[in-house]
Structures are given as structure tokens and as C-alpha cells.
């Protein structure tokens, strides 16, 4: 397959060498950058202990209350690649400023909202700001820092705030629900997007076309072009595959919308790959996803975010319902998880400088499935509070190490114009393996009889799907 890459636009050289420290302007755009990263995490779930006031407020069904979280997933999953793509060939900038803007217009909407129309609206284009934030945003910090321990501590501080900004919407959800109303979880993402906002355009830097913008006047030449084939195809794909597996969870896989979306979504990404194939100028290059790094990089990513987001719905319920913790005590324990992890992320680039990304991926990896296997401890008595909160935490920051090598893994040695195609694949590979663990594992808790059993079926589960996956990634790295 020939790729013509005499279109694709040149990004800037980064702005911090390998092994400087940071200045003080490369400290403002992290901030920036980490601070919208850490608003879309916060929204996957602020939400999700306010759902049944919510419902009840805006006359909501119990069913319904499924798309308050699928009208995010959808769009937030299915553009992402897309989005990735038209930042490395239009502009970077341009594309994550247009986000953030339509992520704080919609939470607005989404705080204001006056019936379940206006608020999945307002959840729908959350998703949409999101899917254009992530890549953008992602690839713009790995061309703004160079590779070495510069990147390495960027994207540190970007996967702990990834990692903590999940944990902390689950607690957050919860504290504001109860002192103010639900709308006010919405109020805080708008907050956010109102104070990164005027922030952005002095300090990010232009990354193509339409961000430098024409100076004299002159047409241009060579201006990119986009595969539309392979953006309707994996768009297309990537939406029924993420309503399926969403559907699943609340109502499992024998419904006919999720057997037709499931078989739409397969054969709709197996033609992209074909479409791939044959185009002069893909949406995805193929021979980069054959690429070892990007490969066995971005499967270990979708395990270690599948496996441990299973991790936290089973323990959610095993704390509440088998142990009888309130909301409040449940959510502490989620609030230790997102301190370790937080810990995790200071020497996690630490580690990595010393043993490299990919050893760092298989060893994270190895000790999350060590410490979820732990977990298979817990039963009815008192103490078992106590060896859930230690073992989620150890495996939670494993998980970060795991989130902040394959990130590395993945976009090490890539090209700074193809950077949003390599991040818009690892965000991709983040959204989908969130929204694929829980209906393939949670399921067997939520339908067994006795609710301790099917958990601890589930961790041995998670944890052995986890080990095995650390097995293959270090042999899969080690080849060539």
C-alpha cells in the first residue's frame, strides 16, 4: 500500500528538549492541557451516583437513564479517531479550542436542562467536545515535549490526573448531589471549560495549516485531504460497537438492537480495514498498526482499562450491598484507590526512566493482576474493608504505571505528524476498553444468585485475563 505523505502537515519541533527541566510556560501549557484531560475524566463518572435523582427530576425512566451515560459514550468513542486525524492534517489547536468550547456549552445545557430531550443533548455533545479534546489534546502534549524524561513526566501527570479525575467524580458525584442537586455535577464541568478556555489560545502551540493560518493571502497547494471511506466506515463501526456493548450491560446480549449493532459494528470496521488498504491517503496507516509498540502497546492498554474499570463496578457493589457501607464509606475507599494512584503518578516516570516503557508496561500489568487476584479475600466479615481498600489501591497504581507506559509505548518513535493518529488509537483503545469490561465480566455479578460468589468469579477472571495479557505483551515487545 503506498501512503502519500506529501499531505500530511509538519508539526512543530517540540518546545522542550529531552532532559531540560520545565519552564515556566511549558508548566502553563501542561496545566492547561492536564486540566481538560482531567474535566473529560471527571465527566465519565461525575454523573453516575446522581443518576436515580436525576431521573426522578427529570421524569426519566429507569431505563432511560441508561443513555444518560451512552449518549456520552457514543459520540465520545465513535469520533475519536476521526478527530485524531482531521488535528494532525487541519490543526491541533484550532480542533481542541473548538472542543473545549462545545464541551462547556453542552455542560451548560446539560446544567440548565428542562426535560430528558435537553439533557441527552447536552450529554450528546459533551461526548462530541470530548472525542475532539482527547486526541488533540494528547498529541499535542507528545509534540510539545520531546521523547525522554520531559515526556515521560508530561504524560505522568496526564495519566494520574486521568486516573484520579475518574475517582474523583465518583465521590465528587456523590458530595454534590447530596449538598446542592444533581445539575450541579454538570455545573462543575462547565466551570472547568470556562476557566481553561481563555487559557488555551496564547499557550498551545499551532500544529498545521489552519492553525498557523495564511499570512500572504496565498492559496494552499497541498491542502490535506481527508478519507471520508474510512471516516464514515470506522466512525460508523466504533458507534454501533459501543452501543452495543453500553446496551448489553443494563439488558445483556440477547436484545435484537444489540446482536444487529454488534454484527453492524464488525462488518463496518472490517470494511474500514479494507477501505485502508486500498486508499493513497488512509484515515489510519495500516503498516503503523503492524507496527510491534503500537500493537501489543495499545492491547495491553485496552486490558489494563477494561479489567480495572470491572474492578471498581464489582467492588462498588460489593461494598454497598455485601458489606452494607453507605455511599459516603464506599466512596472513601475509592478516595484512598485515587491517592495511591495520584502517588503512583509522581515516580511512575521515574520508573519508566530507569526501566524503560515497555518492561514498565509488563511489570504494571503483572502487579495489577497480582493485587486483583488479592482481592479474591474479601468475604462478609468486618476486615475485609480493610484488604479491599489496600489491594484496589496497589493494583490501582499499577494500573497508572500501566496507563503511562502503554501511552509511551505506543507514541515513542512515531513521526509528530502522525502523533494525533498514534493518540487518537490509544484514546480509542481507553474508550473502548471502559466500556467493554463491564459488560463482559460485571454481568456475571449483577446475575448471580449470590452476589460475593459472582464477584470473586470475577476478579479470578480479571485477574487471569490481566496476567495472561502481561505474558503476551512481553513476548509480543520482545519479538523482532
Known amino acids: 500500500m503506498a501512503t502519500d505523505t506529501t499531505l500530511t502537515p509538519s508539526a512543530p519541533p517540540p518546545t522542550t528538549p ?67 486525524r482531521m488535528g494532525d ?18 455542560s ?18 459533551q461526548g462530541l467536545g470530548a472525542a475532539a479534546i482527547v486526541p488533540t489534546g494528547m498529541s499535542l502534549l507528545t509534540t510539545t515535549f520531546a521523547e525522554g524524561p520531559a515526556r515521560d513526566r508530561a504524560l505522568g501527570i496526564s495519566g494520574t490526573l486521568l486516573s484520579l479525575g475518574f475517582t474523583v467524580g465518583m465521590v465528587a458525584g456523590g458530595v454534590l448531589t447530596d449538598l446542592l442537586t444533581w445539575r450541579s455535577t454538570m455545573g462543575l464541568l462547565s466551570l472547568f471549560a470556562l476557566i481553561v478556555l481563555p487559557l488555551a489560545p496564547g499557550l498551545l502551540p499551532g500544529s498545521g495549516p489552519r492553525d498557523a493560518g495564511a499570512t500572504d493571502g496565498s492559496p494552499e497547494p497541498d491542502r490535506p485531504r481527508l478519507d471520508v471511506p474510512g471516516a464514515v466506515t470506522v466512525t460508523g463501526g466504533l458507534l454501533s460497537l459501543i452501543y452495543a456493548l453500553s446496551t448489553a450491560a443494563e439488558r445483556g446480549f440477547g436484545g435484537a438492537d444489540v446482536v ?16 485502508e488498504s486500498r486508499t493513497a491517503s488512509p ?37 454497598q450491598e455485601t458489606l452494607g457501607l453507605s455511599a459516603f464509606r464506599a466512596g472513601l475507599v475509592f478516595g484512598v484507590q485515587g491517592v495511591m494512584s495520584a502517588v ?20 504494571s500489568l503483572a502487579g495489577q493482576g497480582l493485587f486483583i487476584g488479592a482481592l479474591l479475600g474479601v468475604g462478609e466479615g468486618g476486615g475485609s474493608v480493610w484488604l479491599a481498600t489496600a489491594a484496589v489501591s496497589l493494583a490501582s497504581m499499577c494500573h497508572l504505571g500501566a496507563i503511562i507506559s502503554y501511552g509511551l509505548t505506543v ?32 454481568v456475571l455479578a449483577t446475575t448471580s444468585t449470590d452476589l460475593l460468589s459472582g464477584v470473586h468469579t470475577v476478579l479470578l477472571l480479571d485477574a487471569a485475563i490481566v496476567l495472561a495479557a502481561s505474558i503476551l505483551v512481553a513476548f509480543g515487545l520482545r519479538r523482532g
Not at 293 to 299: D, E, F, P, R, S
Not at 351 to 361: E, P, S
Not at 412 to 431: F, I, K, Y
Request: include cysteine; proline fraction near 3%.
Open 108 to 125: 451548560l445545557l446539560a446544567t440548565f436542562a428542562w426535560d430528558p430531550g435537553s439533557f441527552l443533548a447536552g450529554r450528546a455533545l
Open 260 to 275: 444487529a449493532t454488534l454484527i453492524a459494528g464488525v462488518l463496518l470496521l472490517a470494511a474500514f480495514v479494507y477501505v
Open 411 to 442: 507514541t515513542s518513535g512515531v513521526p509528530d505528524a502522525e502523533q494525533g493518529l498514534a493518540t487518537g488509537l490509544v484514546t480509542s483503545t481507553q474508550q473502548v476498553g471502559l466500556t467493554i469490561g463491564i459488560p463482559l465480566l460485571g
Open 283 to 319: 484515515l489510519v496507516s495500516l503498516p503503523m498498526l503492524g507496527r510491534r509498540t503500537v500493537a501489543w502497546g495499545n492491547l495491553g492498554g485496552l486490558v489494563t482499562f477494561s479489567m480495572m474499570s470491572t474492578v471498581v463496578f464489582v467492588l462498588t457493589l460489593y461494598l
Open 344 to 363: 503512583a503518578g509522581v515516580y511512575a516516570p521515574k520508573v519508566i526512566g530507569r526501566f524503560g516503557a515497555r518492561r514498565t508496561l509488563v511489570g
Open 18 to 84: 529531552a532532559g531540560s527541566r520545565l519552564s515556566t510556560r511549558d508548566k502553563l501549557v501542561l496545566f492547561v492541557l492536564c486540566a481538560a484531560q482531567f474535566m473529560v475524566a471527571l465527566d465519565f463518572s461525575v454523573l453516575n451516583v446522581a443518576l436515580p435523582v436525576l431521573g426522578e427530576d427529570l421524569g426519566m425512566s429507569q431505563a432511560g437513564l441508561q443513555w444518560a451515560v451512552t449518549a456520552f459514550a457514543l459520540p465520545s468513542g465513535g469520533f475519536l479517531l476521526l478527530f485524531g
Open 89 to 106: 492534517l487541519y490543526g491541533r489547536r484550532r480542533l481542541f479550542l473548538t472542543g473545549l468550547a462545545v464541551f462547556g456549552a453542552a
